[in-house]
């Protein structure tokens, strides 16, 4: 069975300094992995994902993150935080059956960033 | 492209009262997930639909039903609100191994 673990509910940096947001999974087969984004009160908005391409996968507004299998962790970087990246970050897994049907998506609980000037 | 719409945005219900959150995409996308949202629990998986005429449960779904009506829309129904039903629900939809896309969200209250 699928499912995501972040690892930290709330993380808090200074403007201009790095953010580290960490997700780990747990998958039976060949997981695709994702971090969405929410503003408050906003929907969610894709920031980047892992389909068994790069190991290194680069996003929107400068962030990226590295799959690494032997870890099963997909944790969420970014060199330099801006005040705008606020928000709420999601680490979901999608997994694909071996008989190649489309899984569930799942979850992480969510990690609250906070920038402070 | 109009992606994926839920209507209505806003909802309020008296608890014992019924409802359905409706949901389309445009995107001839195989599979359809209905998702609540609870402040520190992340998105919960309700039920969803991995193709036309085919529906399972996810991690919450009582006191829901769904219905896939066509491969564009997938419907949630709830028969008697309860106040624990309060809540932000999302649809969503996918093709394949792709990226989900989202609805704006339904924000529910159940009173």
């Known amino acids: 069975a699928q499912s995501v673990t972040q690892l930290d509910s709330h993380v808090s940096v200074s403007e201009g300094t790095p953010v580290l947001l960490r997700c780990n999974y747990s998958?039976?087969?060949?997981?695709?992995l994702f971090w969405y984004v929410q503003h408050p009160n906003k929907g969610l908005q894709l920031l980047l994902k892992?389909?068994?391409?790069?190991?290194l996968v680069k996003g929107i507004n400068g962030f990226e993150a590295e799959f690494k299998k032997s870890e099963t962790s997909f944790h969420l970087t970014k060199p330099s935080a801006h005040m705008s990246d606020a928000a709420e970050y999601f680490c979901v897994v999608s997994e694909q059956d071996y008989g190649g049907s489309q899984g569930n998506l799942i979850f992480g609980k969510g990690t609250k960033l906070s920038v402070k000037p | 492209n109009a992606g994926v719409t839920q209507t209505p945005k806003f909802q309020v219900l008296k608890t014992g009262q019924s409802m359905t959150l409706q949901c389309a995409q445009d995107m001839n996308h195989n599979s359809m997930y209905w998702y609540r949202q609870d402040p520190g629990m992340g998105l919960r998986l309700i039920y969803y639909?991995?193709?036309?005429?085919?529906?399972d449960k996810g991690e919450v779904p009582n006191g829901y039903n769904v219905s896939r009506l066509n491969k564009r829309e997938f419907s949630l129904r709830l028969e008697s609100a309860a106040p624990s039903q309060t809540s932000v629900y999302f649809c969503a939809s996918t093709w394949g191994r792709t990226e989900a896309f989202f609805g704006q969200g339904t924000r529910l209250t159940v009173v």
């Open positions: 998958s039976s087969y060949s997981p695709s």
């Open positions: 639909s991995a193709s036309e005429g085919t529906t």
């Open positions: 892992y389909t068994s391409a790069a190991t």
